[in-house]
C-alpha cells in the first residue's frame, strides 16, 4: 500500500525533513519552558526580595530590612525547634517509609494470585488527599482507651496529645499513606532484575539472602535513589498533615518549618519574616536534594 505521504506535494515533503533534521532538541520543550517560567520562576524569584522586607501582606507600605528576618529566624526558638522536629520527622520517614515499601514491593513481586489486589489496596492510600489521611487517623488516633488504635491493642495512649508521642504520630500516617508509592518505585526496579541472574546465583548454590544482598539490591540502585529524593523532599516541606491532625501542637510539639511560615503569613501577617523562612526552606531542600544526587548517582555507577 503506498503510503499517504508520497501524496502529499514534494516541497513540503522537503521542508518538513529539513526542519525536522536542523531544528534543536530544546525547541520542542520551549513553549513548556516559556510557561514555566512565568507561572513559577518569575513569581518566585520576584518574590525573594520580600525576604528582605517587613511588608505586611496588605498594601505597598514596606521598608527594606536587609538581614533582619534572618536574624530573626535563627534567634527565634519556636523557629528552630520546627528546624528539629522537621528534620527528625524527614528521618523517620525516609527510613521507614523505604523500608516498608521495599518489603511490601519485595511480598507482591512474589508469584502470589492475589498479587495485582494487593498492589492496589497498598497504593490506594496515596491517591486520597492528605488532608483526609490526617481526618481519617485523627479518629484512629482517638485517645479513648476503648476506641480507634487505643481499643485495638489495648492502650491508653494520647497519641495528639502527648508531646513525646505525637510527632511519630504524625511520621506513622505519612507512612501509611506513602508506604505504596515507594512499594510502586521499588517494584519497577524489581521488575528490571534479570531472572537469569537469580537463576545463576541459585545454581551457584546463593540463598535467599544472598540473592538479594548481591543481585537484586545493587540493581535496585536507581529505584532507592529515586525514592529518597522524593521522600526527603516530602519530608522537609510537610504541612497538610501536620496542620490538619495537631496545628502543630500540642504546644510547639509538632510545628514543622511550614507551618510556622504559614501562621507568620496568614496568622500574624508578617509576610517578609515568611518570606524569609520559605526561602531558608527552599535553599536547605535544594542543598540536601543535591548531596543525595552526588552520593546516590556516585553508588549507582559503583554498584
Known amino acids: 500500500m503506498t503510503p499517504l505521504t508520497a501524496f502529499r506535494p514534494r516541497h513540503v515533503r522537503a521542508g518538513r525533513r529539513r526542519f525536522n533534521a536542523g531544528a534543536p532538541p530544546w525547541l520542542f520543550a520551549a513553549p513548556a519552558l516559556v510557561v ?17 522586607t517587613d511588608w505586611s501582606g ?26 528539629g ?18 518489603l511490601l514491593a519485595l511480598g507482591v513481586h512474589a508469584k502470589l494470585k492475589s498479587r495485582a489486589l494487593l498492589r492496589v489496596i497498598f497504593f490506594a492510600p496515596v491517591v486520597v488527599s492528605p488532608v483526609m489521611v ?34 511519630w504520630s504524625i511520621a506513622g500516617m505519612v507512612v501509611w499513606q506513602y508506604a505504596g508509592y515507594s512499594m510502586v518505585i521499588f517494584l519497577a526496579g524489581l521488575e528490571g532484575v534479570p531472572k537469569e541472574l537469580h537463576e545463576a546465583a541459585m545454581i551457584d548454590g546463593a540463598g535467599t539472602w544472598q540473592r538479594f544482598r548481591y543481585v ?3 540493581l535496585l540502585a536507581p529505584a532507592v535513589t529515586i525514592n529518597l529524593m522524593l521522600s526527603t523532599i516530602g519530608g522537609l516541606k510537610l504541612f497538610d498533615q501536620v496542620f490538619a491532625a495537631t496545628n502543630g501542637g500540642p504546644g510547639y510539639a509538632t510545628e514543622t518549618l ?46
Open 258 to 303: 511550614s507551618t510556622v511560615l504559614y501562621k507568620q503569613a496568614f496568622v500574624f501577617g508578617k509576610f517578609g519574616y515568611s518570606t524569609a523562612i520559605a526561602l531558608v526552606l527552599a535553599l536547605f531542600v535544594a542543598a540536601v536534594s543535591l548531596v543525595q544526587v552526588y552520593y546516590l548517582r556516585s553508588r549507582e555507577v559503583t554498584a
Open 58 to 83: 496588605i498594601g505597598q507600605d514596606k521598608s527594606f530590612v536587609g538581614l533582619a528576618n534572618f536574624r530573626t529566624l535563627f534567634g527565634d526558638e519556636q523557629a528552630m525547634g520546627s528546624i
Open 36 to 52: 514555566y517560567a512565568l507561572v513559577v520562576l518569575y513569581p518566585a524569584v520576584s518574590g525573594m526580595f520580600y525576604a528582605f
Open 85 to 102: 522536629n522537621t528534620l527528625l520527622l524527614t528521618v523517620a520517614i525516609v527510613l521507614v517509609q523505604n523500608g516498608v515499601g521495599l
Open 134 to 167: 490526617a481526618f481519617l487517623w485523627k479518629y484512629i488516633y482517638n485517645p479513648d482507651p476503648s476506641a480507634g488504635l487505643n481499643g485495638l491493642l489495648g492502650l491508653e495512649v494520647d497519641w495528639l496529645g502527648d508531646p513525646s508521642v505525637a510527632l
Open 216 to 218: 537484586t539490591w545493587p
